[in-house]
Nanobody
Framework: QVQLVESGGGLVQAGDSLRLSCAAS????MGWFRQAPAKEREFVAA????????PYADSVKGPFTSSRANAKNTVYLQMNSLKPEDTAVYYC?????????????????WGQGTQVTVSS
């Protein structure tokens, strides 16, 4: 059974940085998504199994970077220059299939979510 354990959220001020981690029980295509209050879940970033392909949502392109340490089956989301609008619950997700996608429908295992709050 695939398991994901997230960590790294917290309360920060605008302009600060945070790094989220997601430890998986194997190597999979991984995605990061977020959901703000009263909003739908949205794609943030993804990284394929090898770490060669790392698409980002336009809203985070530049300040956010996804990476992975395959020896640890862990993926990371480095978030720099955080803004209040980045406040959300962040989820990592695993795609245990063969296709790599940015669509939430492709991801079949989800982490528990971690709260990121950015104050102005």
């Amino acid at each position: 059974q695939v398991q994901l354990v997230e960590s790294g959220g917290g309360l920060v001020q605008a302009g600060d940085s945070l790094r989220l981690s997601c430890a998986a029980s194997g190597r999979y295509h991984m995605g990061w998504f977020r959901q703000a209050p009263a909003k739908e879940r949205e794609f943030v970033a993804a990284i394929d199994k090898r770490g060669d392909n790392t698409p980002y949502a336009d809203s985070v392109k530049g300040p956010f970077t996804s990476s992975r340490a395959n020896a640890k089956n862990t993926v990371y989301l480095q978030m720099n220059s955080l803004k209040p609008e980045d406040t959300a619950v962040y989820y990592c997700a695993a795609d245990t299939g063969l296709l790599f996608s940015t669509s939430a429908r492709q991801y079949d295992v989800w982490g528990q979510g971690t709260q990121v709050t950015v104050s102005s």
